[in-house]
């Protein structure tokens, strides 16, 4: 009188679904260099730690067969932390949402949502309307919609969201991978792209996966954030982006274990920043100096290269991290960098992270192609978020800090937080080039120009010394750049306190 033949059926149905979409399918996948959605799910998570749901949802197709559903999800643990994974079964329709049953994606956004728990997207396929094929099935078109998308913009503002192209993506599985906190693309495997190559060929345009939507293209502009050499590498870069968040915005990220001298002096930060103003130098250094060691994790190092983000720990404390690199238009904000600033903000807005600022910032970059680029509107963008963030800021001013770009190193009302380097230099125009705009009549009408020239510009560098500036207290404290570690691990344990839980004043903006 037992119920073994049922549970011997829901073993049965439970044994055709890890077949996926079987044998040949599933070598296809192997033999095009990428693993399967279970071998990903076990290679991200903790052993033995996945929890599945719905795993015997799908289809007895008229020969017999079992095609299971083509998203697998559950719960399990990251790091021994909880998660929610949902990754495409490319094996089974080519992970096209019309073999999906779509409310088993809705339930892994809406679990994650209500559970407070980070979500991993594993994206291999299309995840839209599928195939037109799928029309002949249900005998009518339909007016596109998104069910469930209501939770995917709520997670913005509510849980980390890790995102990766694990494949060829397309139109609703594009969307799937833009709309997240951390995106990442797997080179020579991964292709993003609102609609692919047949489709683009109707424009009048033939051109290969990789030409359309590879790595190379969306690791530059945005539409990812980081590119890897391997799925490995992937799991890995999810693992350590978590590892500073906390599960929910409800909750604060996480203090680490830390074997770093929160005194630790570097002797060559003394001179890190040449005297020549006009000689670019290396910021990665500098920021893996002063933070714990090994706790730079750079996000988006590929797109907005005049920008350096990332997070990091001191102290044992997650802080979000920002720089300008010299090497790369001198620093200069651009178009892309400023939307890079703006994501880094709204990240650590969302999640409560202290932010740590190292400021060397000559200004918008100008020129015909910057205005075509609208550098001034992403500029304003970048600026308002500094201005909007409620999180405890440091800045620490390694050199220049010129115009209006300049002024978003921090917001200007708040109490100043804020360090200058002896190497500091600022203004609304930088002495080199403003001179001569400045004096313009008086150098034209001068017997001798270049002598008038070198006299005004040796009076305006003796004005810019930054001691001048911290005698009218308009900087708070000249350091020794020796002393920038220890000051900020102060910083870090007296901003710990005044983080605050709770959704961010405003949502995350991608």
């Not at 998203?71 to 790091?79: N, Q, T």
């Amino acid at each position: 009188m037992s119920w073994q033949p049922e549970i011997d059926e829901l073993r049965r149905r439970e044994e055709l679904a890890q077949r996926m979409g079987g044998p040949e399918k599933v070598k296809r996948q192997h033999d095009h260099g990428k693993l399967t959605v279970r071998e990903r799910i076990d290679e991200l998570l903790d052993p033995g730690s996945f929890r599945e749901i719905g795993a015997i949802a799908g289809k007895f197709q008229p020969d017999g067969a079992f095609q299971p559903a083509n998203f697998v999800f559950g719960r399990g643990r990251l790091d021994a932390r909880p998660v929610v994974v949902g990754g495409d079964d490319f094996t089974v329709r080519g992970g096209a949402s019309d073999a999906s049953i779509r409310e088993k994606q809705i339930m892994a956004e809406q679990l994650a949502n209500e559970l407070q728990i980070p979500l991993v997207r594993l994206v291999d396929g299309t995840g839209g309307g599928g195939s037109i094929r799928s029309l002949e099935t249900i005998g009518r078109t339909y007016v596109p919609a998104n069910p469930g998308w209501e939770w995917v913009a709520a997670n913005l503002g509510t849980i980390p969201v890790v995102a990766l192209a694990l494949g060829s993506v397309a139109g609703l599985g594009a969307a799937r991978v833009a709309a997240s906190h951390y995106s990442v693309m797997v080179r020579g495997i991964s292709q993003v792209f609102a609609a692919g190559p047949p489709l683009v060929a109707r424009l009048g345009q033939t051109v290969t996966k990789e030409e359309l939507g590879g790595s190379d293209i969306h690791g530059r502009n945005g539409v990812v954030f980081d590119v890897v050499d391997s799925e490995k590498e992937a799991f890995d870069r999810t693992r350590r982006f978590l590892s500073y968040l906390p599960p929910s915005v409800h909750q604060l990220p996480p203090r680490a274990e830390c074997g770093d001298d929160t005194e630790r002096r570097e002797d060559w930060l003394i001179e890190a920043v040449p005297r020549d103003r006009r000689r670019p130098y290396q910021i990665r250094p500098i920021i893996n100096a002063v933070v714990d060691q090994g706790s730079f994790l750079e996000l988006g190092r590929g797109f907005g290269r005049s920008a350096v983000g990332g997070l990091a720990r001191l102290n044992g404390w997650p802080v979000a991290v920002l720089a300008s690199d010299p090497l790369i238009y001198g620093g200069g904000m651009t178009a892309d960098s400023s939307r890079k600033i703006e994501w880094l903000v709204d990240l650590a807005e969302t999640f409560h992270l202290p932010v740590v600022h190292l400021v060397d910032q000559p200004g918008f970059v100008i020129g015909v192609e910057a205005e075509k680029a609208g550098t001034m509107r992403y500029g304003v963008r970048a600026l308002n978020a500094v201005y909007q963030a409620k999180v405890p800021w440091a800045s620490v001013i390694l050199r220049k800090v010129f115009g209006v770009a300049g002024a978003a190193h921090t917001n200007a009302a708040r109490v100043h937080y804020r360090y200058a380097w002896p190497s500091a230099d600022w203004g609304s125009l930088p002495i080199e080039g403003g001179v001569e705009a400045a004096y313009r009549a008086d150098l034209d009408a001068a017997e001798d120009r270049q002598a008038l020239l070198d006299e005004i510009t040796e009076k305006m560098n003796a004005i810019r010394s930054p001691f001048r500036t911290a005698e009218a207290f308009n900087i708070e404290e000249i350091i020794d750049p020796r002393d920038t570690r220890p000051l900020l691990c102060e910083f870090a344990e007296l901003a710990a306190p005044l983080r605050a839980a709770g959704p961010s004043t405003w949502h995350f903006r991608g």
